[in-house]
């Protein structure tokens, strides 16, 4: 729990598993809490949780809930928001705002293909999501 108070919360507080299994939209509890991709993530309960840790990457949004249309445009991690987000291919996606949103929906292909390329590269040996 120490360490996750280092790496910013992210999903803005949701949980992931919820969200992956049940289509929905779940506030994280802070003592369920992990630390996967230098980011925080809360879970609505210690199920969640464990779910998730044992298997992070199943539950993780596309690039660990960044922005992926501003990341390949202008190469920044901007946090998306549950907002602004959307499934597409069975994988979720957040924006920062309904700009972002509108121009990944008007051609998802050119950012999943870049984004693909992206995910392929290592960090330290680990796979960017």
């Given at each position: 729990?120490?360490?996750?108070?280092?790496?910013?919360?992210?999903?803005?507080?949701?949980?992931?598993?919820?969200?992956?299994?049940?289509?929905?939209?779940?506030?994280?509890?802070?003592?369920?809490?992990?630390?996967?991709?230098?980011?925080?993530?809360?879970?609505?309960?210690?199920?969640?949780?464990?779910?998730?840790?044992?298997?992070?990457?199943?539950?993780?949004?596309?690039?660990?809930?960044?922005?992926?249309?501003?990341?390949?445009?202008?190469g920044?991690?901007?946090?998306?928001?549950?907002?602004?987000?959307?499934?597409?291919?069975?994988?979720?996606?957040?924006?920062?705002?309904?700009?972002?949103?509108?121009?990944?929906?008007?051609?998802?292909?050119?950012?999943?293909?870049?984004?693909?390329?992206?995910?392929l590269?290592?960090?330290?040996?680990?796979?960017?999501?």
């Open positions: 729990a120490a360490a996750a108070t280092n790496y910013p919360i992210a999903m803005g507080g949701f949980c992931p598993v919820s969200l992956a299994v049940d289509r929905k939209w779940k506030k994280g509890q802070p003592q369920f809490g992990a630390v996967h991709r230098r980011r925080t993530f809360l879970f609505a309960s210690e199920a969640d949780q464990k779910k998730f840790l044992a298997e992070p990457d199943r539950y993780t949004p596309v690039l660990v809930g960044y922005d992926p249309v501003k990341f390949m445009n202008t920044e991690l901007v946090d998306g928001s549950a907002e602004f987000s959307l499934t597409y291919r069975k994988e979720v996606y957040l924006f920062a705002n309904d700009a972002s949103l509108k121009s990944f929906w008007q051609n998802p292909s050119q950012f999943t293909e870049g984004l693909r390329q992206a995910m590269r290592t960090e330290g040996n680990r796979t960017l999501r």
